[in-house]
């Protein structure tokens, strides 16, 4: 009996496994976030087993905070991974309990309802809304199964006490677990990264003050990239967020920048053209080390370098071809940005976002070049291996050159508006 049990425990902790390598590779790869997922398993294990092992005619079962389990892994992880751990943790009750498949279908159905609850929560307070959606699932769940059972009042009424306490001290455990994995792993949660999207934010404003050009060419891609995001299915928050930060390595050099420089002379062009490609390359290990200093997580960290990737600094490479003697002479690699390349999707939307953000500066544009210009930009970047390490389809990337292409082709068609004309007073 014990070792067919813990056979069927095993093949429920190979399901998200399986999941994980074939679905979620990046969650695969990383000892960290497979640790959080299976150790809130091994949690509700443990919960499910001592609702056996402590003598009470109380329905303990009802007592195990499953849905907690649901809404962490739904903030740390995703809801798709989120399901798996709901139907994985109340697989392993019902095995653990002696086949209590009602308890389990209950928390199953809650599960679920928890962890949407919290799908695209963007502040603290927003889970505890979870706490009528996990009553009301276990309410309802508890009605139909003792209908069914014809079950005496007094022992529904005391499911329902359960069920009570169950969804009060469900959302209060996932706060806890929340701030316990945020302080001591480098997982950054959109609960973090809420904290960030502010203009106040003294990181924001010193740019604001120092780099106004830059400052409103960020809220301008910002706009842009969340459009992209949300199209494809990206995380908008954490593509506005990480946006908003990914140029604030201008701020030590920022009069080396076009969009701050007004009424005065390209400092780049007075330069050779390799040095000119160093300083701007450089606005990317410095905005590291801004960002390091003003202890940014690490998820908004990374468009920093991501936003450019690899890619060509082309003016200046060409610049150095037409100056060199010999082409042998210019090193390809002087004029690359460090890289990494973008891994996600959020991070290559505002890598084709930060170019075709220029676009909406030409004059006198039609829509056809701007469809133009943003599909050879982004196919360049295809070209040059830039997405390589993301999951974009080529179905997104359509949807990201339709979004920028409507959304520029909007802000060049204002409507010119008459003028009151000069009435002269011949009285």
């Given at each position: 009996y014990v070792?067919?049990?813990?056979?069927?425990?095993?093949?429920?902790?190979?399901?998200?496994?399986?999941?994980?390598?074939?679905?979620?590779?990046?969650?695969?790869?990383?000892?960290?976030?497979?640790?959080?997922?299976?150790?809130?398993?091994?949690?509700?294990?443990?919960?499910?087993?001592?609702?056996?092992?402590?003598?009470?005619?109380?329905?303990?079962?009802?007592?195990?905070?499953?849905?907690?389990?649901?809404?962490?892994?739904?903030?740390?992880?995703?809801?798709?991974?989120?399901?798996?751990?709901?139907?994985?943790?109340?697989?392993?009750?019902?095995?653990?309990?002696?086949?209590?498949?009602?308890?389990?279908?209950?928390?199953?159905?809650?599960?679920?309802?928890?962890?949407?609850?919290?799908?695209?929560?963007?502040?603290?307070t927003q889970m505890y809304r979870s706490i009528f959606y996990i009553f009301i699932g276990l309410l309802f769940s508890i009605v139909v199964f003792d209908l069914q059972s014809s079950t005496n009042f007094s022992m529904t009424f005391q499911k329902i006490i359960a069920a009570f306490i169950n969804s009060t001290i469900s959302p209060l455990l996932t706060f806890a677990l929340v701030l316990i994995i945020e302080n001591t792993t480098s997982i950054t949660t959109d609960l973090r990264i809420k904290e960030y999207d502010n203009p106040n934010h003294p990181l924001l404003k010193k740019m604001s003050e120092i780099a106004p050009g830059t400052y409103q060419h960020t809220l301008n891609v910002a706009i842009l990239a969340e459009r992209c995001a949300i199209e494809v299915g990206a995380n908008p928050l954490l593509t506005r967020v990480g946006t908003y930060y990914h140029d604030i390595g201008k701020i030590l050099k920022p009069e080396y920048f076009t969009e701050n420089q007004s009424n005065i002379e390209n400092k780049l062009e007075l330069l050779t053209p390799k040095k000119a490609a160093e300083i701007i390359r450089q606005h990317v290990s410095d905005g590291i080390e801004v960002a390091k200093e003003y202890k940014l997580p690490q998820k908004l960290i990374d468009f920093i370098p991501m936003h450019h990737g690899t890619t060509l600094i082309q003016h200046f490479y060409a610049k150095a071809l037409e100056d060199a003697e010999s082409k042998d002479d210019v090193v390809e690699n002087d004029f690359r940005y460090p890289g990494p390349k973008p891994n996600s999707k959020e991070t290559a939307i505002l890598m084709i976002c930060d170019t075709s953000e220029a676009i909406s500066k030409i004059k006198n544009i039609t829509t056809d070049e701007i469809k133009k210009m943003v599909r050879t930009s982004i196919q360049g970047k295809i070209n040059d291996g830039q997405f390589s390490d993301t999951n974009l389809t080529f179905a997104d990337i359509t949807k990201i050159e339709d979004t920028i292409v409507k959304t520029v082709t909007g802000v060049k068609q204002r409507t010119k508006y008459k003028e009151i004309p000069n009435i002269k007073n011949d009285q």
């Open positions: 070792i067919g049990n813990m056979g069927v425990s095993l093949i429920i902790f190979l399901i998200p496994l399986i999941y994980f390598s074939i679905l979620r590779k990046r969650i695969f790869q990383d000892n960290v976030q497979i640790l959080i997922f299976y150790a809130s398993l091994l949690l509700a294990s443990l919960l499910s087993w001592l609702s056996v092992e402590i003598p009470s005619e109380f329905p303990l079962g009802l007592l195990v905070p499953l849905p907690a389990i649901s809404m962490l892994v739904a903030i740390v992880f995703d809801s798709r991974t989120a399901f798996y751990a709901t139907i994985a943790s109340a697989l392993l009750l019902a095995v653990t309990r002696g086949s209590d498949l009602t308890t389990a279908i209950s928390f199953i159905f809650v599960g679920v309802l928890a962890a949407f609850t919290v799908r695209d929560i963007q502040s603290r």
